[in-house]
Protein backbone atom coordinates (compact mmCIF):
# COMPACT_ATOMS: atom_id res chain seq x y z
CA UNK A 1 0.00 0.00 0.00
CA UNK A 2 3.10 1.95 0.46
CA UNK A 3 2.80 3.73 -3.30
CA UNK A 4 -0.83 4.71 -3.19
CA UNK A 5 -0.37 6.39 0.72
CA UNK A 6 2.80 8.08 -0.28
CA UNK A 7 -0.15 9.66 -3.64
CA UNK A 8 -2.59 10.51 -0.60
CA UNK A 9 0.02 11.34 2.18
CA UNK A 10 2.00 14.54 1.14
CA UNK A 11 4.01 14.46 4.65
CA UNK A 12 5.15 10.73 3.70
CA UNK A 13 8.48 11.52 3.03
CA UNK A 14 9.04 12.82 6.47
CA UNK A 15 8.38 9.96 8.06
CA UNK A 16 10.37 7.26 9.80
CA UNK A 17 10.43 3.62 8.93
CA UNK A 18 8.39 2.50 12.15
CA UNK A 19 5.79 5.59 11.27
CA UNK A 20 5.91 4.21 7.64
CA UNK A 21 5.08 0.70 8.63
CA UNK A 22 2.92 1.62 11.32
CA UNK A 23 0.29 3.19 8.69
CA UNK A 24 1.18 0.50 6.32
CA UNK A 25 -0.50 -1.89 9.10
CA UNK A 26 -3.29 -0.23 10.14
CA UNK A 27 -4.61 1.59 7.20
CA UNK A 28 -8.10 -0.15 6.55
CA UNK A 29 -9.65 -0.55 3.09
CA UNK A 30 -12.84 -1.06 3.10
CA UNK A 31 -16.13 -0.45 0.99
CA UNK A 32 -19.44 1.29 1.31
CA UNK A 33 -22.65 0.74 -0.39
CA UNK A 34 -24.09 3.84 -2.05
CA UNK A 35 -26.74 5.78 0.45
CA UNK A 36 -24.90 4.45 3.61
CA UNK A 37 -24.52 7.57 5.90
CA UNK A 38 -20.28 7.02 6.87
CA UNK A 39 -20.41 9.41 9.73
CA UNK A 40 -22.46 11.22 11.39
CA UNK A 41 -21.27 14.03 13.77
CA UNK A 42 -20.16 14.74 17.06
CA UNK A 43 -20.71 10.63 17.97
CA UNK A 44 -18.31 9.79 15.64
CA UNK A 45 -14.95 10.12 14.79
CA UNK A 46 -14.17 7.74 12.46
CA UNK A 47 -10.79 8.93 11.16
CA UNK A 48 -8.73 10.32 7.96
CA UNK A 49 -10.90 9.22 5.32
CA UNK A 50 -8.63 8.71 1.91
CA UNK A 51 -10.97 8.46 -1.46
CA UNK A 52 -9.65 5.44 -3.37
CA UNK A 53 -12.87 4.63 -5.62
CA UNK A 54 -16.01 6.17 -5.46
CA UNK A 55 -17.96 9.63 -4.32
CA UNK A 56 -18.93 10.99 -0.90
CA UNK A 57 -20.76 13.70 0.22
CA UNK A 58 -20.09 16.16 3.22
CA UNK A 59 -22.90 17.85 5.07
CA UNK A 60 -24.37 20.19 7.39
CA UNK A 61 -26.95 19.16 9.38
CA UNK A 62 -29.70 21.37 11.33
CA UNK A 63 -31.92 20.75 14.72
CA UNK A 64 -34.72 19.83 12.45
CA UNK A 65 -33.18 18.16 10.09
CA UNK A 66 -32.47 20.09 6.96
CA UNK A 67 -29.12 19.85 5.37
CA UNK A 68 -26.79 21.48 3.33
CA UNK A 69 -23.68 20.18 0.94
CA UNK A 70 -20.63 21.34 2.16
CA UNK A 71 -18.62 19.48 -0.65
CA UNK A 72 -17.91 16.28 -2.50
CA UNK A 73 -15.57 13.87 -2.37
CA UNK A 74 -13.70 12.28 -5.36
CA UNK A 75 -10.63 9.57 -5.92
CA UNK A 76 -7.85 10.76 -4.83
CA UNK A 77 -9.46 13.34 -2.61
CA UNK A 78 -8.80 13.33 1.60
CA UNK A 79 -11.05 14.06 4.51
CA UNK A 80 -9.64 15.22 7.60
CA UNK A 81 -12.97 16.49 9.08
CA UNK A 82 -14.23 12.85 9.57
CA UNK A 83 -11.11 12.77 12.36
CA UNK A 84 -12.16 16.59 14.05
CA UNK A 85 -12.05 14.85 17.31
CA UNK A 86 -8.33 14.90 16.85
CA UNK A 87 -7.51 18.21 15.93
CA UNK A 88 -8.03 21.00 18.94
CA UNK A 89 -9.14 23.63 16.53
CA UNK A 90 -12.11 21.93 14.91
CA UNK A 91 -15.46 22.52 16.96
CA UNK A 92 -18.20 21.53 14.76
CA UNK A 93 -19.03 18.61 13.18
CA UNK A 94 -20.29 17.27 10.01
CA UNK A 95 -22.24 14.22 8.12
CA UNK A 96 -20.75 12.28 5.39
CA UNK A 97 -22.76 10.11 2.81
CA UNK A 98 -21.92 7.95 0.62
CA UNK A 99 -23.38 8.92 -2.74
CA UNK A 100 -21.74 6.35 -5.02
CA UNK A 101 -20.07 2.79 -4.17
CA UNK A 102 -17.15 3.76 -2.72
CA UNK A 103 -13.54 2.22 -2.27
CA UNK A 104 -12.12 3.99 0.97
CA UNK A 105 -9.13 4.04 2.98
CA UNK A 106 -9.19 5.05 6.45
CA UNK A 107 -6.60 6.14 8.82
CA UNK A 108 -8.06 5.90 12.53
CA UNK A 109 -8.71 8.79 14.54
CA UNK A 110 -6.25 7.41 17.14
CA UNK A 111 -3.24 6.38 15.27
CA UNK A 112 -3.09 9.90 13.03
CA UNK A 113 -3.38 10.96 16.90
CA UNK A 114 -0.25 9.58 17.54
CA UNK A 115 1.50 9.91 14.55
CA UNK A 116 0.79 14.60 14.73
CA UNK A 117 1.49 14.18 18.62
CA UNK A 118 5.20 12.48 17.67
CA UNK A 119 5.75 14.17 13.99
CA UNK A 120 4.96 18.31 13.18
CA UNK A 121 4.73 17.21 9.57
CA UNK A 122 1.49 14.97 10.06
CA UNK A 123 -0.01 17.31 12.30
CA UNK A 124 0.82 20.63 9.79
CA UNK A 125 -0.96 18.32 6.95
CA UNK A 126 -4.08 17.89 9.03
CA UNK A 127 -4.63 21.94 9.81
CA UNK A 128 -3.46 22.62 5.82
CA UNK A 129 -6.19 19.88 5.05
CA UNK A 130 -8.56 21.58 7.11
CA UNK A 131 -7.99 24.86 5.76
CA UNK A 132 -8.64 23.02 2.07
CA UNK A 133 -12.15 22.35 3.05
CA UNK A 134 -12.66 25.84 4.89
CA UNK A 135 -12.14 27.46 1.34
CA UNK A 136 -14.80 24.72 -0.17
CA UNK A 137 -17.04 25.78 2.24
CA UNK A 138 -16.88 29.26 1.51
CA UNK A 139 -17.12 28.97 -1.92
CA UNK A 140 -20.15 26.72 -1.52
CA UNK A 141 -21.71 30.01 1.14
CA UNK A 142 -21.19 32.81 -1.06
CA UNK A 143 -23.03 30.46 -3.82
CA UNK A 144 -26.05 29.83 -0.75
CA UNK A 145 -25.75 33.17 0.57
CA UNK A 146 -24.89 36.03 -3.12
CA UNK A 147 -26.05 33.89 -6.16
CA UNK A 148 -28.61 33.28 -8.02
CA UNK A 149 -30.79 29.82 -8.03
CA UNK A 150 -30.44 29.40 -11.86
CA UNK A 151 -26.08 30.59 -11.76
CA UNK A 152 -25.80 27.97 -9.50
CA UNK A 153 -28.06 25.37 -11.03
CA UNK A 154 -25.95 26.43 -14.35
CA UNK A 155 -22.36 26.24 -12.14
CA UNK A 156 -23.92 22.57 -11.02
CA UNK A 157 -24.96 21.18 -14.32
CA UNK A 158 -21.33 21.81 -15.55
CA UNK A 159 -19.59 20.23 -13.00
CA UNK A 160 -21.35 17.21 -12.97
CA UNK A 161 -20.84 17.20 -16.83
CA UNK A 162 -17.45 17.61 -16.09
CA UNK A 163 -17.33 14.84 -13.34
CA UNK A 164 -18.87 12.34 -15.39
CA UNK A 165 -17.99 13.04 -18.68
CA UNK A 166 -21.37 13.02 -20.14
CA UNK A 167 -24.07 15.47 -21.23
CA UNK A 168 -26.67 13.03 -20.40
CA UNK A 169 -27.26 13.17 -16.33
CA UNK A 170 -28.72 10.62 -14.26
CA UNK A 171 -29.71 12.35 -11.17
CA UNK A 172 -33.12 13.43 -9.78
CA UNK A 173 -34.33 17.26 -8.77
CA UNK A 174 -33.94 15.77 -5.28
CA UNK A 175 -30.92 14.96 -5.42
CA UNK A 176 -30.19 18.25 -6.90
CA UNK A 177 -31.98 20.43 -4.00
CA UNK A 178 -29.91 18.45 -2.28
CA UNK A 179 -26.38 19.32 -2.81
CA UNK A 180 -27.63 22.86 -3.70
CA UNK A 181 -29.02 22.90 -0.23
CA UNK A 182 -32.09 24.50 -1.52
CA UNK A 183 -36.13 23.04 -2.12
CA UNK A 184 -37.19 20.42 -4.49
CA UNK A 185 -40.02 22.94 -5.46
CA UNK A 186 -36.84 25.59 -6.60
CA UNK A 187 -34.66 22.98 -8.82
CA UNK A 188 -38.05 21.92 -10.63
CA UNK A 189 -39.27 25.32 -11.32
CA UNK A 190 -35.86 26.33 -12.59
CA UNK A 191 -35.28 23.51 -14.56
CA UNK A 192 -37.97 23.63 -16.20
CA UNK A 193 -37.58 27.36 -17.17
CA UNK A 194 -33.77 25.52 -18.29
CA UNK A 195 -35.97 23.10 -20.62
CA UNK A 196 -38.07 25.90 -21.96
CA UNK A 197 -35.03 27.85 -22.84
CA UNK A 198 -33.69 24.70 -24.80
CA UNK A 199 -31.10 24.59 -22.16
CA UNK A 200 -32.12 21.21 -21.40
CA UNK A 201 -34.01 18.30 -22.02
CA UNK A 202 -35.92 16.47 -19.60
CA UNK A 203 -36.87 12.81 -18.98
CA UNK A 204 -37.97 10.54 -16.14
CA UNK A 205 -34.63 10.75 -13.63
CA UNK A 206 -32.26 12.18 -16.54
CA UNK A 207 -31.61 15.31 -17.21
CA UNK A 208 -30.01 15.87 -21.10
CA UNK A 209 -27.88 19.17 -21.70
CA UNK A 210 -28.73 19.89 -25.29
CA UNK A 211 -27.24 23.39 -25.52
CA UNK A 212 -23.62 23.62 -23.43
CA UNK A 213 -23.02 27.32 -24.68
CA UNK A 214 -25.88 28.40 -23.44
CA UNK A 215 -25.42 27.10 -20.00
CA UNK A 216 -21.97 27.83 -19.73
CA UNK A 217 -23.34 31.65 -20.61
CA UNK A 218 -25.32 31.28 -17.38
CA UNK A 219 -22.33 30.57 -15.55
CA UNK A 220 -20.78 33.82 -16.23
CA UNK A 221 -23.72 35.38 -15.44
CA UNK B 1 7.88 43.64 22.56
CA UNK B 2 9.43 40.29 23.22
CA UNK B 3 6.90 39.28 25.99
CA UNK B 4 3.74 40.41 24.03
CA UNK B 5 4.69 39.00 20.79
CA UNK B 6 5.28 35.31 22.78
CA UNK B 7 1.40 35.82 24.05
CA UNK B 8 -0.08 35.97 20.86
CA UNK B 9 2.41 33.68 18.92
CA UNK B 10 2.27 29.87 20.27
CA UNK B 11 5.44 29.28 18.11
CA UNK B 12 7.38 31.82 19.80
CA UNK B 13 9.56 29.38 21.91
CA UNK B 14 10.48 27.61 18.86
CA UNK B 15 11.81 30.29 17.01
CA UNK B 16 15.79 30.73 17.02
CA UNK B 17 17.41 34.06 18.18
CA UNK B 18 17.44 35.58 14.38
CA UNK B 19 13.87 34.54 13.72
CA UNK B 20 12.66 36.24 17.10
CA UNK B 21 15.06 39.19 16.49
CA UNK B 22 13.48 39.37 12.93
CA UNK B 23 9.81 39.60 14.48
CA UNK B 24 10.51 42.00 17.15
CA UNK B 25 12.21 44.14 14.46
CA UNK B 26 9.49 43.82 11.95
CA UNK B 27 6.22 43.93 13.77
CA UNK B 28 4.60 47.24 13.11
CA UNK B 29 1.88 48.68 15.90
CA UNK B 30 -0.39 50.87 14.07
CA UNK B 31 -3.63 52.67 15.35
CA UNK B 32 -6.66 52.31 13.70
CA UNK B 33 -9.86 54.78 13.89
CA UNK B 34 -13.53 53.06 13.87
CA UNK B 35 -15.24 52.77 10.62
CA UNK B 36 -12.11 52.28 8.48
CA UNK B 37 -11.90 49.44 6.32
CA UNK B 38 -8.72 47.72 7.31
CA UNK B 39 -8.57 45.15 5.06
CA UNK B 40 -10.04 44.57 1.36
CA UNK B 41 -10.34 41.07 -0.05
CA UNK B 42 -7.96 39.97 -2.23
CA UNK B 43 -6.33 42.88 -3.70
CA UNK B 44 -4.65 43.09 -0.23
CA UNK B 45 -2.47 40.98 1.71
CA UNK B 46 -2.08 43.24 5.00
CA UNK B 47 -0.45 40.19 6.86
CA UNK B 48 -0.96 39.00 10.52
CA UNK B 49 -2.81 41.14 12.96
CA UNK B 50 -2.91 40.68 16.43
CA UNK B 51 -5.17 42.67 18.19
CA UNK B 52 -3.60 44.39 20.73
CA UNK B 53 -7.08 46.88 21.74
CA UNK B 54 -10.36 47.69 19.91
CA UNK B 55 -12.88 45.40 17.89
CA UNK B 56 -12.27 44.34 14.51
CA UNK B 57 -14.91 42.72 12.42
CA UNK B 58 -14.28 40.10 9.38
CA UNK B 59 -16.97 39.79 6.82
CA UNK B 60 -17.32 38.29 3.01
CA UNK B 61 -18.52 40.83 0.65
CA UNK B 62 -21.18 39.82 -2.36
CA UNK B 63 -21.03 41.21 -5.98
CA UNK B 64 -23.66 43.52 -5.13
CA UNK B 65 -22.44 44.77 -1.79
CA UNK B 66 -24.39 42.64 0.92
CA UNK B 67 -22.16 41.48 3.59
CA UNK B 68 -22.11 38.55 5.99
CA UNK B 69 -20.24 38.95 9.09
CA UNK B 70 -17.77 35.87 9.58
CA UNK B 71 -16.42 36.71 13.12
CA UNK B 72 -15.34 39.64 15.48
CA UNK B 73 -11.63 39.77 17.26
CA UNK B 74 -11.34 41.00 20.25
CA UNK B 75 -7.67 42.15 21.87
CA UNK B 76 -5.86 38.63 22.15
CA UNK B 77 -7.10 37.55 19.14
CA UNK B 78 -4.98 36.94 15.64
CA UNK B 79 -6.15 36.66 12.16
CA UNK B 80 -4.92 34.93 9.50
CA UNK B 81 -7.04 35.23 6.74
CA UNK B 82 -5.72 38.80 6.17
CA UNK B 83 -2.58 36.68 5.34
CA UNK B 84 -4.37 34.33 3.25
CA UNK B 85 -1.65 35.16 0.50
CA UNK B 86 0.79 32.91 2.68
CA UNK B 87 -1.42 29.73 3.03
CA UNK B 88 -1.73 28.27 -0.67
CA UNK B 89 -4.75 26.03 1.38
CA UNK B 90 -7.26 29.55 1.72
CA UNK B 91 -8.77 30.19 -2.06
CA UNK B 92 -10.90 32.90 -0.78
CA UNK B 93 -10.55 36.21 0.58
CA UNK B 94 -12.65 38.27 3.57
CA UNK B 95 -12.99 41.94 4.40
CA UNK B 96 -12.07 43.07 7.86
CA UNK B 97 -13.43 46.74 9.11
CA UNK B 98 -12.85 48.12 12.22
CA UNK B 99 -15.89 48.62 14.83
CA UNK B 100 -13.82 50.43 17.55
CA UNK B 101 -10.45 52.65 18.17
CA UNK B 102 -8.08 50.05 17.74
CA UNK B 103 -4.30 49.59 18.80
CA UNK B 104 -2.90 46.72 15.68
CA UNK B 105 0.14 44.64 15.39
CA UNK B 106 1.00 43.78 12.24
CA UNK B 107 3.57 40.98 10.56
CA UNK B 108 3.54 41.71 7.13
CA UNK B 109 2.91 38.53 4.78
CA UNK B 110 6.42 38.56 3.26
CA UNK B 111 7.95 38.09 7.18
CA UNK B 112 5.70 35.48 8.03
CA UNK B 113 6.28 34.07 4.72
CA UNK B 114 9.57 33.98 5.24
CA UNK B 115 9.36 32.54 8.56
CA UNK B 116 7.19 30.07 7.43
CA UNK B 117 8.93 28.77 4.88
CA UNK B 118 12.28 27.90 7.56
CA UNK B 119 10.46 27.02 10.42
CA UNK B 120 7.84 24.42 10.18
CA UNK B 121 5.92 25.21 13.51
CA UNK B 122 5.10 29.00 12.13
CA UNK B 123 3.30 27.56 8.78
CA UNK B 124 1.76 25.07 11.19
CA UNK B 125 0.76 28.24 13.65
CA UNK B 126 -0.96 29.54 10.23
CA UNK B 127 -2.99 26.54 9.25
CA UNK B 128 -4.16 26.10 13.01
CA UNK B 129 -5.64 29.84 13.07
CA UNK B 130 -7.10 29.10 9.80
CA UNK B 131 -8.96 26.06 10.83
CA UNK B 132 -9.92 28.02 14.33
CA UNK B 133 -11.80 30.37 11.64
CA UNK B 134 -13.32 28.07 10.18
CA UNK B 135 -14.75 26.50 13.35
CA UNK B 136 -15.92 30.68 13.99
CA UNK B 137 -17.45 30.60 10.54
CA UNK B 138 -19.14 26.95 10.67
CA UNK B 139 -20.93 28.67 13.54
CA UNK B 140 -21.81 31.56 12.01
CA UNK B 141 -23.39 30.06 8.74
CA UNK B 142 -24.92 27.29 11.17
CA UNK B 143 -26.61 30.65 12.83
CA UNK B 144 -27.70 32.06 10.04
CA UNK B 145 -28.82 29.13 7.86
CA UNK B 146 -30.34 27.05 10.93
CA UNK B 147 -31.62 29.00 13.26
CA UNK B 148 -34.66 31.64 14.19
CA UNK B 149 -33.97 34.81 14.06
CA UNK B 150 -35.56 35.89 17.68
CA UNK B 151 -33.03 32.76 18.89
CA UNK B 152 -30.02 34.13 16.67
CA UNK B 153 -30.92 37.97 18.16
CA UNK B 154 -31.05 36.73 21.82
CA UNK B 155 -27.63 35.16 21.42
CA UNK B 156 -26.61 38.09 20.10
CA UNK B 157 -27.71 40.44 22.76
CA UNK B 158 -26.28 37.58 25.32
CA UNK B 159 -22.63 38.17 23.97
CA UNK B 160 -22.92 41.64 23.71
CA UNK B 161 -23.80 42.05 27.11
CA UNK B 162 -20.65 39.79 27.84
CA UNK B 163 -18.38 41.62 25.91
CA UNK B 164 -19.34 44.81 27.26
CA UNK B 165 -19.53 43.70 30.86
CA UNK B 166 -23.50 45.72 30.81
CA UNK B 167 -26.93 45.59 30.56
CA UNK B 168 -27.08 48.71 28.50
CA UNK B 169 -25.82 48.13 24.81
CA UNK B 170 -24.97 51.27 22.76
CA UNK B 171 -25.78 50.02 19.15
CA UNK B 172 -28.16 50.70 16.26
CA UNK B 173 -30.63 48.02 14.70
CA UNK B 174 -28.22 48.66 11.86
CA UNK B 175 -25.24 47.66 13.09
CA UNK B 176 -27.15 44.52 14.70
CA UNK B 177 -28.07 43.60 11.78
CA UNK B 178 -25.02 43.53 9.86
CA UNK B 179 -23.76 41.09 12.54
CA UNK B 180 -26.35 39.12 12.10
CA UNK B 181 -26.59 39.08 8.24
CA UNK B 182 -30.21 39.92 8.13
CA UNK B 183 -32.39 42.89 7.62
CA UNK B 184 -32.25 46.12 9.17
CA UNK B 185 -36.63 46.02 9.53
CA UNK B 186 -35.76 41.96 10.86
CA UNK B 187 -33.97 43.06 13.82
CA UNK B 188 -36.29 46.26 14.16
CA UNK B 189 -39.08 44.32 14.35
CA UNK B 190 -37.61 41.26 17.00
CA UNK B 191 -36.38 43.97 19.12
CA UNK B 192 -40.16 45.42 19.68
CA UNK B 193 -41.48 41.85 19.93
CA UNK B 194 -38.67 42.06 23.12
CA UNK B 195 -40.07 45.08 24.48
CA UNK B 196 -43.65 43.73 24.01
CA UNK B 197 -42.33 41.02 26.27
CA UNK B 198 -40.33 42.84 29.10
CA UNK B 199 -37.06 41.48 27.65
CA UNK B 200 -35.27 45.14 26.62
CA UNK B 201 -36.52 48.36 26.81
CA UNK B 202 -35.30 50.47 23.42
CA UNK B 203 -33.99 54.05 23.33
CA UNK B 204 -32.60 56.01 21.14
CA UNK B 205 -29.26 54.02 19.90
CA UNK B 206 -29.55 52.16 23.01
CA UNK B 207 -30.98 48.71 24.39
CA UNK B 208 -31.21 47.73 27.61
CA UNK B 209 -31.73 44.33 28.59
CA UNK B 210 -34.26 44.30 31.65
CA UNK B 211 -34.95 40.69 32.11
CA UNK B 212 -31.89 38.72 31.47
CA UNK B 213 -33.48 35.31 32.46
CA UNK B 214 -35.99 35.78 29.55
CA UNK B 215 -33.20 36.30 27.38
CA UNK B 216 -31.12 33.37 28.32
CA UNK B 217 -34.60 31.10 27.99
CA UNK B 218 -34.67 32.40 24.73
CA UNK B 219 -30.87 31.54 23.65
CA UNK B 220 -31.59 27.81 24.93
CA UNK B 221 -35.10 27.53 23.17
Redesign the interface.
Known amino acids: MDKELSRFLTFWNLLDDTEKELLNQNAIVKNYLKGVTMHQGSGDCLGVVLVRKGQLRTY ?1 L ?3 G ?1 D ?1 TLYRLFPGDVCILSASCV ?1 E ?4 DVFIDVEEDSEIITISSALFQQLAKQN ?2 V ?2 FG ?9 D ?3 A ?2 Q ?3 MSIDKRLAIFLSEEIKNNKSLELKITHEQIAKYM ?1 TAREVVTRMLKYFSQEGIVKLSRGKITIIDETKLKKLTLK
Not at 89 to 92: K, R, V
Not at 127 to 135: D, Q
Open positions: MSPDRILSITFIYETYKMATNRFSVMWMQILFA
